[in-house]
């Protein structure tokens, strides 16, 4: 099977996760952290499961592996990238990241070249990883070829997908209702957590449960993705401002609605009249965004009780197997390093004990946790993947 380069965002372990889950492929990181490897059948699939994801920048196909080297042969490295450049508009971007890097291989060398066969070319700056995706999103025709070492090979890659820096922007920034006092999901993380939960390849057109909703960035990534989102939370100002945001969406996207927000009270039983679910996918109340360091043991304590309270109570309304993606919070210094207090260190101590707990109550974790956060940040986010047994 042919095979494709995915270019992990800032959270790499989180990204990775993602793109197995939604590839359904066994995913190898290269050496430097940032690209992952999956083989898939063709250009086709790889942009399908790339546009589904949230955590990956870009995804690049192989045009060429050997050594640079080696002009002996019909299709060198430098012949390729010439027969590439040539084919499309003649604005090209090239990064080279190759530790066997191929004499005179530069972009000044492959203009020359160009220029003689007749071809003009212009050269678009590149950075480590190729092109930046904000001039690929406004000139879709430049072709971004990065060159990079794999098991003592080189290899040619051309990117044919990235990310919508716009459209990721327009539903974090322009959806009509959003409480920045109680902060705000990442449109990206909202993706990131239900593909983590329903993701798979066979799991299209999943029931998803955010019981703790706020603006409703789970619920609208989630519709979508295809998904038929539920959604309820205790402030009214949410439950509605969610229904505008699913409304804002389904004009800006001409999705049908469907979809349901309701107001509940987490930690209350859960309505009888709720469909058995595939997943619930959420961001619970983390406690104060900038706490002291004295409140943390006794500000965790009351958020480790209403977790334990709510896992209990959703388990009637997940099916067997179900998965429960959940954000908690993981307590850094003022400076965002997570070494040093002792209330830290005590309220991370109850964070694992809650996790101890969670076999009783009919979970086990899925995988390892992943961090989320933004530098300097207090509150952090860790993101568990639990599953109903």
């Known amino acids: 099977m042919p095979k494709f380069y995915?270019?992990?965002?800032?959270?790499?372990?989180?990204?990775?996760?993602?793109?197995?889950?939604?590839?359904?492929?066994?995913?190898?990181?290269?050496?430097?952290?940032?690209?992952?490897?999956?083989?898939?059948?063709?250009?086709?699939?790889?942009?399908?499961?790339?546009?589904?994801?949230?955590?990956?920048?870009?995804?690049?196909?192989?045009?060429?592996?050997?050594?640079?080297?080696?002009?002996?042969?019909?299709?060198?490295?430098?012949?390729v990238l010439m027969a590439t450049i040539s084919s499309g508009s003649g604005q090209f971007g090239l990064s080279n990241q190759s530790?066997?890097?191929s004499p005179g291989l530069t972009e000044q060398w492959l203009k020359q070249q160009l220029k003689a066969d007749g071809v003009k070319a212009r050269f678009r700056p590149s950075e480590?990883?190729?092109?930046?995706?904000?001039?690929?999103?406004?000139?879709?025709?430049?072709?971004?070829?990065?060159?990079?070492?794999?098991?003592?090979?080189?290899?040619?890659?051309?990117?044919?997908?990235?990310?919508?820096?716009?459209?990721?922007?327009?539903?974090?920034r322009r959806k009509p209702y959003a409480n920045r006092r109680k902060g705000l999901l990442p449109p990206k993380l909202a993706r990131i957590m239900v593909n983590l939960a329903v993701g798979g390849p066979q799991q299209q057109h999943s029931l998803i449960y955010d019981p703790f909703c706020g603006s409703g960035s789970i619920l609208m990534e989630a519709a979508l993705l295809g998904h038929q989102p539920w959604g309820s939370d205790l402030d009214r100002s949410a439950v509605e401002g969610s229904l505008d945001n699913l409304s804002w969406l389904s004009s800006e996207y001409n999705l049908t609605p469907n979809w349901s927000v309701f107001r509940h009270d987490a930690g209350q039983t859960i309505p009888a009249n709720l469909p058995q679910m595939d997943a619930v996918v959420t961001e619970p109340f983390l406690g104060k965004l900038t706490p002291r360091p004295a409140e943390l043991a006794g500000m965790f304590r009351g958020l480790s009780k209403m977790y334990l309270g709510a896992l209990k109570r959703w388990r009637s309304v997940l099916k067997a197997g179900a998965r429960v993606v959940i954000i908690m919070p993981r307590f850094s210094d003022s400076h965002g390093r997570t070494d040093g207090s002792?209330?830290?260190?005590?309220?991370?101590?109850?964070?694992?004990?809650?996790i101890d707990k969670l076999p009783g109550l009919g979970y086990t974790t899925d995988s390892e946790s992943f961090r989320y956060s933004r530098p300097n940040a207090v509150t952090e986010r860790e993101i568990f993947l639990l599953k109903k047994h």
Do not use: C, M
């Not at 290269?30 to 870009?58: C, F, I, P, T, W």
């Not at 930046?132 to 000139?139: D, F, G």
């Not at 002792?342 to 809650?354: F, G, H």
């Open 6 to 79: 995915f270019l992990l965002g800032s959270f790499p372990q989180l990204a990775r996760a993602e793109l197995a889950t939604v590839s359904g492929q066994r995913v190898e990181i290269l050496a430097d952290g940032r690209l992952a490897e999956v083989e898939l059948n063709d250009d086709d699939q790889a942009r399908r499961v790339y546009h589904q994801l949230g955590g990956s920048v870009k995804v690049f196909k192989q045009i060429w592996a050997g050594q640079p080297d080696d002009d002996g042969q019909p299709n060198n490295l430098k012949r």
């Open 342 to 354: 002792t209330d830290r260190q005590s309220a991370d101590r109850q964070l694992s004990v809650l």
């Open 128 to 172: 480590r990883w190729g092109v930046t995706t904000a001039l690929l999103e406004h000139h879709p025709d430049v072709i971004d070829l990065v060159i990079t070492s794999w098991r003592e090979q080189v290899l040619a890659l051309r990117s044919i997908a990235s990310q919508n820096i716009s459209d990721w922007a327009k539903r974090d």
């Open 99 to 101: 530790t066997q890097p």
